[in-house]
């Protein structure tokens, strides 16, 4: 039976009840007490003075069907209220804050905690008794007072007892005797489960958790040339890659998280192939060998007083880990595919995977401030001169983020990016134009990143949102030259669509575009972008179980490399994504 009453509306149960509080308060735990002679002429008129010995052969029948009734692991113990709290014993009823010797019941409650102790309270010193409950929670605290009165029956010397006590005790537990058998299996069940979970647990701190992309694509046009309108044929063939991550959260303290992910990945970077950046997917493989199994990430995280959190990571600490991109359904692994798309390339693509610390303050709900610094990963560790933390490649980055209201976020972003002298130059993220990945060629460069991001949670079925990036670049050595880099998206994003779980989108934008700048390379030409392209892109990802979907993708690149003398691109591309 699963249905819930109040104890003064359920009268039977608490007639019942009165049965039971009766009987064990008439126990009678001396040796002057006097029992009533059974009228049954089948029953001994005689009782013994210690009941465990008894040669009384009804007496000992009935303790023992009320022994074997209640023979459950006390409830006290294991058992938790029906609103989750851990409840506490109590041993005197003026420990129950909420209960006053006016209340109806305020006796037998008294009786029942002071001379039995068999009621239980919640933490916060309250006994609750108007509120609801169970008939599968009133047989576990009947069982309670059960195994309590057993104790005292056992212990007891030269004590009588009444037939009609033993009676009534027998009568409350066979009424209760469906819910003590369903209370007794489900406590056995959690003991398999649980000592089945001890014995293949992976760890008493750490998670498994990982996901596999599957990928299959093709592109589609001439290859892009960013110098001339001499355009080349599109050789490319479609392919089939993967991507696959094993991630290890650790919590030592329930609050702090050590994060070490493993991946492997084999998907190729498409630049060289259609001669653009443009095109790139936003999980390609990085300078690992194929299908190699490599240090995706490695970070620790944990919290510094009640508002402040602490990053340190020596991997892939990047701005998505430590600050809203407030891009959260159109980027990451069930959003849109391409590199461009996930956020805004300037601000959350430092260019290179990170090495250093991050804090993030949260003032209120409205405002979260946002700070870190890092370094080039694959120079961090290095102590050669112009390499190191300080000296290497490195980033610089703070954001605020101003929530006004409960649909919509806001973020104010800026990095200062370094690049050393003839190091790998990504000024903006792995995307864009050449001339914006690297306006100064294999000169030193510093940038001042500035970014607006937005997302408005119009209704649970749309949300608007995008982002604004203005970089300025100055080259510190080998010449005083500066450019301008801009980019920007808009992006409609559909969760639900057409199934709950299931999510579209669509994003319209100018990818990193050098808009101007008065360095001239050697050949004298000007590394600064003469047209606009565009990047259109749709997706949906259609929810098939809880770990598996799909995610069928497309978007076309206008004018690549900002340059009108090249053919569009396409690229299709249709991603499985498991995870576990």
């Not at 599968?136 to 009444?162: H, K, P, Q």
């Not at 405002?367 to 290095?382: E, G, I, K």
């Amino acid at each position: 039976m699963n249905f819930r009453f109040q104890f003064r509306q359920f009268t039977s149960t608490w007639l019942g009840l009165s049965l039971l509080i009766t009987a064990v308060s008439t126990l009678t735990f001396n040796a002057s007490a006097i029992a009533e002679e059974p009228s049954d002429s089948s029953i001994p008129s005689e009782h013994t003075s210690t009941l465990p010995n008894a040669s009384d052969a009804w007496h000992q029948q009935k303790l023992e069907e009320i022994a074997n009734l209640s023979r459950l692991t006390p409830v006290a113990q294991v058992a938790e209220t029906h609103s989750g709290a851990i409840v506490g014993q109590v041993t005197a009823v003026s420990q129950l804050s909420d209960v006053r010797p006016t209340d109806w019941a305020f006796q037998a409650l008294q009786s029942l905690v002071e001379r039995y102790g068999c009621i239980v309270g919640y933490p916060d010193k309250t006994y609750r008794g108007n509120q609801a409950i169970s008939r599968y929670e009133f047989a576990a605290g009947l069982n309670a007072c059960m195994d309590r009165i057993n104790e005292l029956l056992a212990s007891a010397t030269n004590d009588l007892v009444r037939k009609e006590d033993l009676l009534s005790l027998q009568k409350m537990q066979e009424e209760f005797a469906a819910e003590l058998a369903t209370w007794r299996g489900r406590v056995d069940a959690l003991e398999v489960r649980t000592a089945t979970l001890e014995r293949q647990q992976f760890s008493t701190t750490t998670k498994l958790q990982g996901d596999v992309l599957v990928v299959g694509a093709d592109t589609f046009g001439d290859r892009a040339n960013n110098t001339s309108a001499d355009d080349t044929d599109d050789d490319t063939q479609a392919f089939l890659g993967y991507r696959v991550r094993l991630a290890l959260p650790t919590s030592f303290t329930g609050k702090d998280q050590l994060f070490i992910r493993l991946a492997a990945n084999n998907i190729p970077n498409l630049t060289a192939l259609t001669g653009t950046a443009m095109t790139r997917f936003t999980f390609d493989k990085s300078a690992f060998p194929d299908g190699s199994l490599y240090l995706d990430s490695l970070n620790y995280r944990f919290p510094l007083g009640d508002k402040a959190t602490v990053w340190i990571g020596t991997r892939q600490l990047q701005p998505v880990a430590y600050a809203s991109n407030s891009n959260p359904l159109v980027g990451g692994s069930n959003g849109a595919l391409s590199r461009f798309a996930t956020h805004n390339p300037t601000i959350f693509r430092p260019g290179f995977d990170g090495a250093g610390a991050a804090l993030a303050y949260q003032f209120n709900r409205q405002f979260r401030l946002s700070l870190a610094y890092t370094a080039d990963d694959t120079q961090a560790n290095v102590p050669e001169s112009g390499r190191g933390i300080f000296n290497g490649n490195n980033l610089a980055f703070a954001q605020l983020t101003f929530n006004p209201t409960s649909t919509i976020e806001t973020a104010f972003s800026y990095g200062r990016k370094y690049f050393g002298s003839n190091t790998g130059f990504n000024l903006t993220g792995g995307t864009g134009s050449t001339f914006a990945r690297n306006p100064f060629q294999l000169n030193a460069t510093i940038s001042d990143n500035f970014g607006f991001q937005f997302n408005w949670r119009a209704t649970p079925t749309f949300h608007l949102g995008g982002w604004f990036g203005y970089t300025l670049a100055h080259q510190v050595r080998g010449g005083d030259s500066n450019a301008t880099i801009l980019n920007g998206a808009v992006f409609l994003a559909f969760p639900d669509l057409f199934a709950k779980g299931n999510v579209g989108g669509i994003v319209v934008g100018v990818p990193p575009k050098a808009v101007s700048n008065d360095y001239r390379s050697p050949g004298g030409v000007k590394r600064e972008d003469p047209d606009t392209s565009l990047h259109l892109e749709a997706f949906y990802t259609f929810r098939v179980t809880n770990g598996i979907s799909i995610t069928p993708d497309f978007y076309l690149i206008t004018k690549p490399e900002h340059n009108d003398a090249n053919e569009p691109i396409w690229v299709g591309a249709i991603r499985t994504t498991f995870s576990f």
